[in-house]
Structure formats: C-alpha cells, structure tokens
C-alpha cells in the first residue's frame, strides 16, 4: 500500500505558486521527469506535500519593468482618442473596428489579429493598469490631455502569468493594448496584426 505522499508522486499530481499566481496540474511520470534547473526556474523549491509542492519564481517574472509605449501600426493615424470598438472573435483571430473622436471624428480603425492567445476587456476603471501606477503614452496636439489609444506593453506580467500557466507556449508573444474613453482592450498575439485599415466611418 502506497502511502498518500507516494501515490501523489506516482499520479504525478502537483501544485505551482508563481509570482502570486497559483494553479494545480497533473503530469503523468513526473516523479521521473521533473528537473528544476536555474535555467528554467529561479528561487526554486521542492516538497513533499501528498504529492510534489513547486514554489518557483519564473524566470518571465524578472526585475524587468513593465512600460506601456506608443504603438503605431500604420502611418497616419490620427492624433485623437477613440469613442468606441467593437470586437468578434473565431478560430483564434480576433477583428476589431474602433472608431476615433474629437479630432479624429469620422475615422474608423480595423484591426485583424490572428493567433491570438487570449484577450479581455475592462472598463474605464477596472483595468488593472490602475493599480499599477505606471504611466501611459498621451497625445499630442489639441487632445493632448488623453492617453494614446494604441499601446504595447514590454515586459507584461500578465503575458508573464499567461505564460506560467501554460508551460506549451514559446516566449515570443505580444500585449497590445486598444483604449477608448471608457473601455479598454487587451490582447495577447504570437505577432503583430495581420492586417491594419485606416477608412472613413
């Protein structure tokens, strides 16, 4: 008879803190196969716990500082905040049709992400940015006093936790970020659009 800590070592049943995030997972074999390494972890450890308890911290969660920077995908956009979006989603590739205000009224943005790994939005207020004290890229000209509504964002924690939870994914994605006046957008792309237009609304 197994004792409970050996049958959740066989089973291959584990649970992962990283970073404040948290997340159980099942890997057959994995009393055989798993070997933290500096190279993958840091602040590693390891204990028995019915099972296998990782406390890690990943290597995506580095002293790096998350910045939001302009994005400009295409030349020509205006220097103006966006009213509005709406957005449909199918076989990983989301499109997007935002529409500018003020300065920029009567222009609409399409935008057509493909491989998009995940995506959310939040209003005005519930955006984690909010918390985070970081500040963003304004515009220019007569609507100065409003932020960018396109941005990028080095260095993201929330791709980091992304991520960590998934271990499958290859270290080469994106955050873009769509803002409006009281939503904004986040998308997590394998690249940049696959298609960006500029029209009249």
């Avoid at 995506?60 to 302009?70: C, I």
């Avoid at 529409?99 to 209003?123: H, I, N, P, Q």
């Avoid at 941005?151 to 939870?165: G, L």
Wanted: with cysteine; hydrophobic share 35%; charged share 20%.
């Amino acid at each position: 008879m197994l004792s409970p800590r050996q049958q959740g070592r066989q089973a291959g049943f584990g649970h992962v803190s990283a970073g404040g995030w948290v997340a159980d997972w099942r890997i057959p074999g994995l009393k055989d196969a798993i070997r933290p390494s500096s190279a993958d972890f840091t602040g590693g450890s390891l204990r028995p716990n019915c099972g296998i308890h990782i406390s890690v911290q990943s290597t995506l969660m580095n002293n790096q500082s998350e910045q939001y920077k302009r994005w400009e995908p295409i030349d020509g956009l205006p220097e103006a905040p966006m009213s509005g979006f709406d957005c449909s989603f199918a076989c990983g590739i989301l499109v997007l049709t935002a529409t500018y205000a003020s300065s920029g009224e009567g222009r609409e943005l399409r935008v057509e992400f493909d491989d998009v790994e995940a995506f959310k939005v939040y209003a005005e207020f519930s955006d984690p940015w909010m918390a985070t004290g970081l500040s963003l890229p304004s515009l220019t000209g007569v609507d100065h006093r409003w932020r960018c509504p396109l941005q990028e964002v080095i260095h993201s924690t929330w791709i980091a936790r992304v991520m960590s939870r998934n271990g499958g994914l290859e270290p080469h994605w994106r955050h873009f970020v769509i803002s409006t006046m009281d939503r904004t957008l986040h998308v997590m792309a394998s690249g940049p659009p696959r298609k960006v237009e500029l029209g009249s609304a």
